[in-house]
């Protein structure tokens, strides 16, 4: 079955103490992306990769970072968090092929990571 | 600027009755254009999406969405609701096709009541 797994499911952590969201995708997709949902404000890119090793800052990627070692995974690092990261976080991915156009430019999204930093 | 805008937060409406959710963008080109669902607790699933062609795409769950160029319009249309629909729903868009980024409108949280 293709997915986007996100772990863990909920996370509440104090002020300055590193973590990691772990993102795996299982549909061999080029395109990675990690966003973050807050009350009325959508969905924000944080940061994106278009393959391994390449990655690139989204709209709100201060506080975060990220690595692309394999293609398959996309972890998010919040190397000291601080309360205003308390949010709702997805992991996306999607092909970057141009051969199927059905399947193109569609991203696939995780369950979501919901953070709270104290 | 490029942006998304969905301008009810909150509808509600009886079940089977007919739903619109209104999605506006910015942008001066075509872009690609998607819905998508989020259930209370779950991840986003895609409802429906348009690249090119004709304007009135269908989507899953019995939605479909029409493109109008000349609004500037992705609108979300369902001709009778269920109780299952409540959800909220975000327009998102893709203006950058180098960086594929879903550019999200701040979506439209809808209440079905009996």
């Known amino acids: 079955e293709a997915q986007v797994t996100q772990n863990p499911r909920y996370l509440i952590t104090v002020t300055g103490k590193k973590l990691t969201v772990t993102c795996s995708q299982n549909m061999n997709h080029e395109y990675m992306s990690w966003y973050r949902q807050d009350p009325g404000l959508g969905l924000r890119q944080i940061y994106y990769?278009?393959?391994?090793?390449?990655?690139d800052k989204g709209d709100v990627p201060e506080g975060y970072k990220v690595s692309r070692k394999e293609k398959r995974n996309f972890p998010l690092i919040l190397e000291s968090p601080s309360p205003n990261q308390t949010s709702l976080y997805f992991c996306?991915?999607?092909?970057?092929?141009?051969?199927?156009?059905?399947?193109?430019?569609?991203?696939?999204f995780g369950a979501g990571t919901r953070l709270s930093v104290l | 600027a490029q942006s998304v805008t969905q301008p009810d937060i909150h509808i509600t409406v009886s079940e089977g009755a007919s739903l619109e959710l209104r999605c506006n963008y910015s942008y001066g080109a075509t872009p690609y254009l998607f819905w998508y669902v989020q259930s209370p607790g779950q991840g986003l699933q895609l409802l429906l999406k348009y690249f090119s062609g004709d304007t009135l795409v269908q989507g899953i769950k019995g939605f479909e969405a029409e493109f109008k160029r000349s609004q500037s319009s992705f609108n979300l249309r369902k001709p009778s609701v269920h109780w299952s629909d409540a959800a909220e729903y975000f327009c998102a868009v893709v203006f950058n096709f180098g960086n594929e980024k879903l550019t999200f409108g701040t979506g439209t949280r809808l209440t079905i009541i009996p």
């Open positions: 990769s278009m393959n391994v090793e390449v990655t």
């Open positions: 996306a991915s999607s092909s970057l092929r141009r051969i199927n156009q059905q399947g193109k430019n569609i991203q696939y």
